[in-house]
C-alpha cells in the first residue's frame, strides 16, 4: 500500500463551484499534515497546513480525520486560478521524512 | 527574500557524465532535502539532512551522492548520470523534520 494516496483526476468544474479532495494515509502515527500547490511542474508551494480540529484559509479548508486515516480539501467559489495539482503530504514511516502524494489536478472553467 | 535557490534551472548531460545540482537556503533552516519528480510518480526523496554533517538516505538514493559541510549548502551530485535519471529535481528546506517545506524552484535534467 502506497503511504499517501490520492485521486489524479482531473476534477472539471465550473467557476464558483464548490469541490473537495481527500487524500488517504497508511501511518497511523503520522503527525504533520499539509497541502500544497503545484503549477505546470514548477515548484510545490505550501497551500496550508492540516491541524487536527481542522483549518479554514479564506475559501479553502482542511480536515483530518484521524480514524479513517485521511484528510481533505475542499475549496470555495473555485476560481480559474485555482486551476492546479494538489499535492497531499504528510510524514511517512520515518518522521524524518514528509511523503507527497501524487496530487489531484483540478481544472477550473469559465 | 531569495529562500532556497537552486543552479542550474536547465542541464544537459551525456551518460556517464558527472555533474553537481547546487542548492543554497538563507533561512538558518536545518532540514534540507532533495526531490526527483517524474510524470505519474510523484516527488520521491532522494537524500536529506537534518543538519551540518549529518546526511541520509532517502527513497530513490541510488546513483546520487550528497553532503551538508554548511547549514546554506545542500549539494546533489550525480556520479555517472544515466538516462533513468532525467527528471526535475527540486531541493526543499524547513525547520526540521516534519515540518513544512519550502522549495527551489527546480532543475529539469536530461540525460542523453
Known amino acids: 500500500r502506497k503511504e499517501v494516496e490520492q485521486d489524479p483526476g482531473p476534477f472539471n468544474v465550473p467557476e464558483g463551484a464548490t469541490v473537495a479532495f481527500n487524500c488517504t494515509y497508511s501511518n497511523s502515527a503520522s503527525q504533520s499534515f499539509f497541502w500544497y500547490r503545484q503549477d505546470c511542474r514548477k515548484e510545490p508551494k505550501l497551500l496550508m497546513s492540516v491541524y487536527s480540529s481542522g483549518n479554514e484559509d479564506g475559501r479553502f479548508t482542511a480536515q483530518l480525520n484521524r480514524a479513517s486515516q485521511y484528510i481533505s480539501l475542499l475549496i470555495r467559489d473555485s476560481k480559474l486560478s485555482d486551476s492546479a495539482t494538489y499535492l497531499c503530504?504528510?510524514?511517512?514511516?520515518?518522521?524524518?521524512?514528509?511523503?507527497f502524494g501524487t496530487g489531484t489536478r483540478l481544472l477550473v472553467s469559465p | 527574500n531569495a529562500g532556497v535557490t537552486q543552479t542550474p534551472k536547465f542541464q544537459v548531460l551525456k551518460t556517464g557524465q558527472s555533474m553537481t545540482l547546487q542548492c543554497a537556503q538563507d533561512m538558518n533552516h536545518e532540514y534540507m532535502s532533495w526531490y526527483r519528480q517524474d510524470p505519474g510518480m510523484g516527488l520521491r526523496l532522494i537524500h536529506y539532512s537534518v543538519g551540518a554533517g549529518i546526511t541520509d538516505q532517502g527513497e530513490v538514493p541510488n546513483g546520487y551522492n550528497v553532503s551538508r559541510s554548511t547549514t546554506e549548502d545542500f549539494p546533489l551530485r550525480l556520479l555517472s548520470a544515466a538516462p533513468s535519471q532525467t527528471s526535475v529535481y527540486f531541493c526543499?528546506?524547513?525547520?526540521?523534520?516534519?515540518?513544512?517545506?519550502?522549495f527551489g524552484s527546480g532543475t529539469q535534467l536530461s540525460v542523453l
Open positions: 526543499a528546506s524547513g525547520r526540521g523534520p516534519g515540518e513544512k517545506l519550502f
Open positions: 503530504v504528510v510524514n511517512g514511516r520515518s518522521f524524518q521524512k514528509l511523503v
